[in-house]
């Protein structure tokens, strides 16, 4: 059962990666009208963190299973946990220009 944990959270952790890059993305080129720029903030917020986090306990605290999909589960969540920061230093950055 543990093994299918932390297949879950790589695949919800992919996800959220996907996620996380796009509003990156959308974030770092706003394109003519940057009004709605701070929703990709937000919504990177509201989606890598809480999903980053599941998979950081399901790495940390399941036991059982392969070593290595643990180390993947808290690999892929650090990165996951991390991309609302680097969307919201990116979006402090526009700000700071304009």
Known sequence: ???????AALCLNGAALLFG?????SIASPGPV?????TGVFG???V????????????LFVKRG?????????A??????SLPVVANLIFWWHTQRS
Do not use: F
């Not at 059962?1 to 297949?7: E, G, I, W």
């Not at 940057?34 to 701070?38: H, N, P, V």
């Open 21 to 25: 890059i796009a509003a990156v993305y």
């Open 76 to 81: 892929l969540s650090l990165i996951v946990i």
């Open 34 to 38: 940057a009004e709605w720029i701070r």
């Open 66 to 74: 392969a070593a290595w999909l643990r180390a993947a589960c808290v």
């Open 44 to 46: 990177a917020y509201a």
């Open 48 to 59: 890598n963190v809480p999903v980053g986090v599941a998979g950081l306990s399901v790495g």
């Open 1 to 7: 059962m543990s093994v299918v944990a932390q297949v």
